[in-house]
């Protein structure tokens, strides 16, 4: 379990010291602008506490997936500039990662500033995980506080090398990410209901199987449900199908906990223009795709996930980009933030959905991080809270 990981609380006095933050600052952008900034606003509550606490924060992150080199369009100056309007200063972007400048611009912080260095992934030790680069990066500050759930499922130099040289902690938001999640895994609450989308049988096979251990329920949308109805024999048509996986789909269906939708949205093309129609599961025929699940189906989840103790998320029951194909997610979103229970979005496209539903505020935890949750699920613990929990202490 991932218990036992040290809080901020956990750190030696910070006044005056120089603390190393990793954050998950990858955020989607469009047009060169700042999409949504609701990452760098999850991480101002574990900032605010290191500045109250007169330490000085040197932010680092990863975005996007530069090729271990410099990429102005990779480049964290936006992100940078969107973090000092939040916290009403200026964060100095270091433009590089390690190196003269970063170090002698981290020599110069006083108590309360905050600076960023420059893309993780303009370096290429991050993700080999170079104990060179970990150095580098770590030798100018003091102590490292981890606040980036949604990178912990990768054993990157930034993530698990800093813990084993320095005084390090989670920040709030891990904090937080952790107790849900390992709550949710270690004492669920019955009826305890999973709800499952996205295109693949195979990247959720090993979730499912976990979930299996502590769920009453699985609902399955999403393309992931056609490998389910052709295990049925039912006719998929042009639908997304994984052959290697219907014996596992069969596997699954015999528990009597795994529901498949009664009906699905289908169309010709993947469009926001496409004519659509609404079929029985067994009724898509060739030169069709199931793109939704339908109403009916919308209506039995929503039923069951009414009565749930507690609720999981992740992945959305159809392409809810496009408005014909938008309904069941959008049903699924209101049904999430309707129950009494303890509701949790798993991060990705769920988090996505509820907020593009306006319903992130009704349910009680949504998930920074969507390929981290699903590791934790399914592994029970991550490479960045396993060097958390054996990471060095110092007084």
Request: aromatic share 6%; with cysteine; glycine share 10%.
């Amino acid at each position: 379990m991932t218990g036992g990981v040290p809080r901020l609380e956990d750190l030696p006095p910070l006044r005056g010291r120089r603390v190393l933050l990793r954050a998950d600052f990858n955020v989607p952008m469009r047009d060169g602008q700042i999409a949504d900034d609701l990452r760098i606003a999850a991480a101002l509550p574990t900032i605010q506490y290191l500045r109250d606490h007169h330490a000085a924060v040197v932010i680092c992150s990863h975005f996007g997936r530069p090729k271990g080199a410099p990429d102005p369009q990779y480049s964290l100056a936006p992100v940078a500039q969107r973090l000092g309007e939040l916290l009403g200063v200026n964060v100095e972007l270091c433009p590089e990662v390690v190196g003269f400048t970063a170090a002698s611009m981290q020599a110069s912080l006083a108590p309360g500033d905050v600076m960023m260095l420059e893309n993780l992934r303009f370096h290429p030790g991050e993700s080999t995980n170079d104990p060179a680069f970990c150095v580098s990066l770590t030798e100018p500050v003091d102590y490292y506080v981890n606040d980036a759930f949604g990178a912990c499922h990768r054993a990157h130099a930034s993530v698990v090398g800093p813990p084993r040289v320095l005084p390090s902690a989670a920040g709030r938001l891990l904090e937080r990410e952790v107790d849900v999640l390992s709550g949710m895994l270690a004492a669920p609450k019955h009826p305890f209901v999973a709800i499952l989308g996205g295109a693949k049988v195979s990247d959720k096979l090993g979730v499912i199987d976990a979930l299996l251990e502590r769920c009453d329920t699985i609902l399955v949308g999403g393309a992931m449900a056609f490998t389910f109805f052709f295990a049925q024999g039912h006719s998929v048509g042009n639908s997304l199908v994984e052959l290697d996986r219907v014996e596992d789909c069969k596997r699954l269906l015999e528990t009597g906990r795994v529901q498949i939708p009664v009906d699905v949205v289908i169309a010709q093309e993947m469009a926001e223009t496409a004519s659509t129609r609404i079929v029985g599961a067994g009724g898509i025929a060739d030169g069709w795709m199931g793109l939704d699940i339908g109403p009916e189906s919308a209506a039995i989840f929503s039923d069951v996930i009414a009565e749930a103790r507690m609720v999981l998320w992740n992945g959305p029951m159809g392409v809810f980009e496009m408005t014909p194909f938008a309904s069941g997610t959008k049903a699924i979103a209101h049904a999430v933030a309707d129950c009494t229970g303890f509701t949790i979005i798993g991060g990705g496209d769920s988090a996505a959905a509820i907020r593009q539903f306006g319903l992130a505020a009704d349910v009680d935890h949504v998930s920074t991080g969507g390929g981290a949750s699903l590791e934790l699920i399914e592994q029970g613990d991550l490479p960045g809270l396993a060097a958390l929990r054996e990471g060095v202490t110092r007084d």
